[in-house]
């Protein structure tokens, strides 16, 4: 019996001494981001932070709080050369291991994002590359295979070290789980399931960050990552609308709403008779009741949605809008004069044809679960009958063609960026691509104008007259576009919120988080 | 028959037994897997499904090797396997053994925390509640482990969270360490450890206790104890010695019987609490239908139940002469 206490008393000592804090910095000096969900890999070749919101590494250019390119990796921002693109590397760039960056670990990460091997989740956005040449030490050619404007917007791309991923299984390397970048913060540890630990790159070539240690914690549960933030384990963290709202007017944390290009809207099947008729789509258009959307649903966390470039960036046109609040009055004009009478149960009717289609949606994504429903019920107000289904992405998949869907889309980067594949007739019913067959030759024209054009003012008048041509025939009803809510422990300076893109883990208002200063 | 005898002759039938049950398993995954409406590419490019083209999901899939017959795809596998090859799991971008062998220490650090507790106070407690039958000490235990076998894992979870991390504030609510820590360290561990170890041995255990209860009940009517009573041995003896000594034969057979129970006990628990270990990976490589990762999980719990049994019929052989005299195994 007494050999039994003498162990235990050794085995609670030897707890008590390794939980004395080993070597730890001063609480001020560490930052705990809450994130929604694990980072699949920490690899940008395998599709980690391609637009450039990693911590850990660098592309060749960065973006601006106002979404213009700025020199990153890459000396200055250069000029767009028909098919090819030259840039000169900054002098004196390490990473994290001391080794120095050079263009052949540049164009080592673009050609293996390039290789069908590595199965890269993101090699699609690169297609426009043919092959990424490093001539000398400093400089890199990108050689397109057709002239494509928006390839700046691509150079945002981490760099990863070749010397360390050469010769190797992408998808098994070490690398992907103890990366090393260039970036304002080093790797130090990944627990996973739990957190990434990061420390600030003291000899990082755009300065040293002022937050010396930061932590990505990942809390998938909204009200978990909502009352960890309340008892202060983070000291900021993204939440849903309705989560934050318990933030709001505190002391001592600041909720800022960023705006997004992240549109929801109903994308509707051309070839079909109801869908396939304009004076629907226009009537559903005027229909919707996009303010009752953004108040109730997003709880204020949204804008109205017309078109599918976002307002508050350079591209988008500002003749492009509607009224947030329903016209029904204009929509009925619209369906009785293309002979859409109303039948005996309410529900319009045209050569014995119903105003009757079905609406899509993500079974799982309860945001788009309560738009679906919200458009039914504007469309019964006009005599449109919408049947919301809750399907399986694999269930969706094959009925696009055919069925109506709420999707979501959305880059503030460029006008090109998805527009393409979704309007342009060659992509129609690929996959999720123009998944309605919608056919418009000089759409079709724009879009190919438009991405082989270098010269700004030339490309702005295109994009305009898409989206004018879009808006007029209405293949899609935009409903709303999404912002993000972020809750942020202090006052910093140096927050710049940005028009952002969907994904928003470390990209969105973190992206910048090396030049956060504590307010004094 | 000899002790060394039984056991080689168990030993050998068991393994003679398990190469047959693993290669149905595993090609009963296999066929279920590719019955699965889920799409394993779409799976694995999550969003980014919605903007990759049609041919790079073909040329993805083709990579992968899903676009050839099953029975191709099963024997590579099996081919790989025999070789010390797991593959890389496509939603960690690692190798399979590499994931597996960073996790697997965290659950059984659980699992086997777990069963210590289990096996003390399960023990301990049935032999109490025995010992004073009808009693209001008896009433509360068999009355909360009732309870707590008919309430599932999960929900006993979260309310322990609700009490414990949420209103008492006094242990962590998930995760290995706290979540502003850099470095592992034993004392943190320890601190999360507690609420996963005590749930999972406290949902496992009420069999247990009920079981013992039982058994010590039936022992203490037994000739041998009255004798021992008779003889003037001290309660205690008579009690620890004689009664429970006899009573927890069987209970050896009943533990390796209920070791699967304890792996999905365990895969809850740990996502509950956010575990990071292998349980709770299998429900993310289930979801993701990530393929060579779940085929590597199936087998290892396939082993873990064989295994327990195993150790379980052993120690019978062991502890009871008759099942070596008469050759039972």
């Known amino acids: 019996m007494k050999r039994v206490w003498a162990l235990a008393v050794a085995v609670l000592g030897l707890l008590a001494a390794c939980s004395a804090p080993v070597d730890a910095p001063a609480e001020d000096d560490t930052f705990v981001i809450g994130l929604s969900s694990e980072f699949d890999t920490l690899n940008p070749v395998l599709g980690h932070a391609p637009d450039g919101g990693s911590p850990l590494f660098d592309g060749l250019v960065s973006r601006a709080a106002d979404l213009s390119l700025r020199p990153a990796l890459a000396r200055e921002v250069p000029e767009v050369n028909g098919t090819t693109v030259t840039f000169r590397l900054r002098e004196g760039v390490t990473f994290h291991d001391g080794t120095p960056l050079t263009s052949e670990d540049v164009a080592f990460t673009y050609n293996a994002v390039l290789d069908p091997a590595n199965n890269s989740t993101i090699r699609g956005d690169y297609a426009a590359i043919e092959k990424v040449e490093a001539p000398d030490p400093q400089t890199v050619v990108f050689h397109l295979k057709h002239p494509y404007a928006p390839i700046l917007q691509r150079a945002t791309l981490g760099i990863v070290p070749k010397r360390l991923l050469e010769g190797q299984r992408l998808d098994a390397a070490a690398f992907n789980t103890r990366p090393v970048g260039t970036g304002p913060y080093r790797f130090v540890s990944w627990t996973p399931g739990d957190k990434i630990v990061l420390e600030a790159n003291e000899s990082y070539w755009g300065g040293a960050p002022e937050i010396k240690r930061l932590v990505l914690a990942f809390v998938p549960d909204d009200n978990a990552r909502a009352t960890r933030m309340a008892a202060g384990e983070l000291d900021a963290t993204v939440l849903p609308p309705k989560a934050a709202a318990r933030f709001e007017n505190q002391g001592g944390v600041t909720v800022h709403r960023v705006p997004s290009a992240d549109y929801r809207g109903v994308m509707f099947p051309m070839k079909r008779p109801v869908t396939g008729d304009a004076a629907i789509r226009k009537a559903l258009n005027l229909a919707i009741d996009r303010s009752a959307m953004v108040n109730t649903i997003l709880a204020g966390a949204g804008d109205p949605a017309f078109g599918p470039i976002a307002p508050g960036t350079t591209w988008h046109n500002p003749a492009v809008t509607g009224s947030a609040t329903p016209d029904r009055e204009a929509a009925v004009r619209i369906l009785e004069e293309a002979g859409w009478t109303p039948g005996p149960d309410g529900i319009r009717v045209k050569d014995g044809t119903p105003a009757r289609f079905t609406l899509m949606y993500p079974a799982g994504d309860s945001l788009r679960k309560e738009l679906a429903l919200a458009v039914a019920s504007d469309a019964k107000r006009i005599g449109i009958d919408v049947r919301p289904a809750g399907l399986d992405w694999d269930a969706i998949e094959p009925r696009m063609a055919k069925d109506a869907l709420i999707m979501g889309y959305g880059s503030p980067y460029d006008p090109d960026f998805v527009n393409y594949e979704l309007f342009h007739s060659s992509y129609a019913g690929q996959g999720f691509f123009n998944p309605g067959h919608f056919d418009d030759p000089r759409v079709d024209e724009l879009l190919e104008q438009g991405r082989a054009t270098a010269d700004e003012k030339e490309r702005k008048r295109i994009y305009d007259e898409f989206q004018q041509r879009i808006h007029d025939q209405a293949p899609w009803a935009y409903l709303v576009y999404l912002k993000h809510v972020y809750v942020i422990r202090g006052e910093w300076t140096g927050i710049e919120p940005a028009v952002e893109a969907h994904e928003h883990a470390t990209g969105g208002l973190f992206r910048n988080i090396h030049q956060w200063k504590r307010a004094a | ?329």
């Open chain 2, 1 to 329: 028959m000899s002790l060394a005898g039984a056991l080689a002759r168990l030993v050998a039938w068991r393994l003679a037994f398990v190469v047959p049950l693993l290669l149905v398993v595993t090609a009963a995954m296999f066929a279920l897997a590719k019955a699965s409406p889920f799409d394993p590419v779409r799976q694995y490019l999550g969003e980014r499904a919605l903007v990759t083209s049609p041919e790079i999901r073909e040329q993805i899939r083709a990579n992968w090797g899903l676009d050839r017959p099953l029975a191709e795809q099963y024997l590579t596998w099996l081919g790989n396997l025999l070789t010390g090859d797991l593959g890389e799991s496509r939603s960690f971008h690692r190798p399979v053994a590499e994931v597996i062998g960073e996790r697997l220490g965290w659950t059984m650090l659980v699992t086997g925390a777990a069963i210590v507790l289990m096996l003390a106070a399960g023990l301990v407690l049935g032999t109490i509640a025995a010992y004073r039958q009808g009693s209001w000490a008896d009433r509360l235990i068999t009355g909360v482990a009732y309870a707590s076998e008919a309430a599932p894992v999960f929900w006993i979870g979260l309310i322990a969270i609700w009490i414990f991390s949420v209103t008492l504030g006094w242990l962590p609510a998930g995760g290995l360490t706290d979540a502003g820590s850099a470095t592992v360290t034993v004392g943190e561990v320890a601190r999360h450890m507690i609420l996963p170890v005590a749930v999972l041995a406290f949902s496992q255990s009420s069999w247990l206790v009920l079981f013992v209860r039982e058994s010590v009940i039936g022992a203490l009517r037994e000739d041998f104890v009255i004798g021992a009573r008779a003889r003037g041995l001290r309660e205690r003896t008579v009690l620890a010695g004689h009664a429970l000594r006899s009573a927890l034969l069987p209970f050896l057979t009943l533990l390796g019987a209920r070791i699967p129970e304890l792996v999905t006990g365990a895969i809850l628990v740990e996502s509950v609490f956010s575990w990071p270990g292998v349980a709770g990976t299998a429900v993310r490589a289930a979801l993701a239908v990530d393929f060579p990762l779940l085929a590597a999980l199936t087998l290892l719990a396939t082993v873990a139940v064989v295994l327990g049994n195993l150790v379980a019929d052993a120690a019978y052989v062991i502890a009871d002469p008759r099942t070596r005299v008469l050759g039972v195994s």
